[in-house]
């Protein structure tokens, strides 16, 4: 059983939709990541969020908008995608602070989006 | 830069034979290195870490060994079961700017298929 929750699962969606992806995780971690991966292609950073904190966004296109509203959950709002966009997004987590280079992230299942 | 560099798939092999699935590295400074499994239509679970140089990581059966002096990190197995037939990535992880969260750094992924 994974340790890092994600729902829905499966998410379809038209190009005019707006919708939103949760994330959560209760093993403490202060460091909470987004991915996004394609098929049969290791995972893409997209944010970072350190103690609740938007730290890095790797250029994401503004149609993504994440969220930390506490430092159990992480969100991300979706709002006019692209066809191209359809992908498994997956959130991580990870203890933060000075050990946070040695330490492993935790992955949840993935939301499987399509956009029509 | 940092980097990873892991052997392509697929990987086709019979039960019980032995794996090897190479990956090497570059980095700056004292990255951890880890292995990661993606089972289809799920996240990635952590399979083992080290974090300095000569530590064997071990779990479930599979072995890996961070040597430094060649830069690399090769998962080992000594007998394959039919349930290990996953999608499998190596990982590199390094601080991010600040300190307080990390990146992972991934390989391509190699699918391993093992046939009874």
């Known amino acids: 059983d994974t340790e890092v929750t994600q729902t829905p699962k499966h998410l379809v969606m038209g190009m005019t939709n707006k919708k939103s992806l949760k994330c959560e995780q209760h093993?403490?971690?202060?460091?909470m990541y987004w991915y996004k991966q394609k098929a049969k292609k290791p995972p893409e950073l997209m944010f970072v969020y350190s103690y609740e904190k938007l730290s890095i966004n790797e250029s994401v296109p503004s149609r993504f908008s994440p969220e930390c509203p506490n430092s159990s959950l992480l969100n991300l709002h979706l709002h006019a995608l692209q066809p191209e966009d359809s992908a498994l997004y997956l959130c991580?987590?990870?203890?933060?602070?000075?050990?946070?280079?040695?330490?492993?992230?935790?992955f949840g299942d993935g939301t499987r989006l399509s956009i029509l | 830069g940092n980097s990873v560099t892991q052997m392509e798939g697929p990987v086709t092999l019979s039960e019980e034979a032995f794996l090897t699935i190479n990956c090497t590295y570059t980095?700056?400074?004292?990255?951890?290195l880890f292995w990661y499994v993606q089972y289809p239509g799920e996240g990635l679970q952590l399979l083992l870490k080290?974090?300095?140089?000569?530590d064997k990581g071990s779990n479930k059966g599979f072995e890996a060994t961070y040597r430094k002096e060649t830069t690399s990190f090769h998962l080992e197995k000594g007998s394959v079961q039919v349930s290990d037939s996953a999608v499998y990535f190596c990982a590199l992880g390094v601080k991010n700017y600040g300190g307080a969260t990390n990146k992972l750094i991934f390989g391509t992924g190699t699918l391993l298929a093992v046939q009874p």
């Open positions: 991580a987590s990870s203890p933060a602070g000075v050990t946070a280079g040695n330490q492993p992230q935790h």
């Open positions: 980095a700056t400074g004292y990255p951890s």
């Open positions: 093993m403490g971690h202060r460091a």
């Open positions: 080290a974090t300095k140089a000569d």
